[in-house]
């Protein structure tokens, strides 16, 4: 009779399956099935929304949206942050971006864009460099800055800019471009796809 050897589980697969357990442990049979359906069905609507933008298959999603609820929940319990896109802010923020600030950092970082993007008394565009920044109100290390990079030629559709938000949480700093435009008569710019 031979031994096998055992692979040691990974630190994350370990608290992957003890926060299942926790999550689901207090609740009736029925109650755990119920949630971890509607935390599957949820998730597969939202999986894509702070990832790294790849396309998930049906499978994965409805997995990850099980997995994505359970630690979300675990996490809510633990009282550890979890941040997700304000739609509200959803004209003026990049998912990259969102997903780093919570609501109200998101808050302040869709009005900095919003000064980045006005322009002068003199000049109804923005020039390149304009820029704004923030520091966050709820959490220490946290600040951003909006840059206007790039001007495109007006066109009769639209007036379009390129704009630059660069996030620092604690030390780690993301960056991500976004196109900004405003059809004819509007006052403010919004991302387009």
Known sequence: MSKRSRRPVTGRLALLFGALAMSIAPLPAHAQLENIVRDGVRGAQSVETCEDGEKADTGRKVLGGILGGLARRTARKARLPSFTPVAEFSGELTTAIACKLDPEEQKQAAEA?????????????????????????????????STVTGVEELSEDADCITVTDV?????????????????????RYSIVA
């Open 167 to 187: 996030v620092i949480v604690k030390g780690e700093e993301t960056r991500a471009e976004k196109r900004m435009c405003r059809p004819p008569g509007s006052a």
């Open 113 to 145: 864009t919003i000064n980045a993007t006005r322009g002068s008394e003199s000049e109804l565009r923005p020039a390149v460099g304009s820029s704004a920044s923030w520091e966050s109100e709820s959490r220490d290390a946290v600040s951003g800055t």
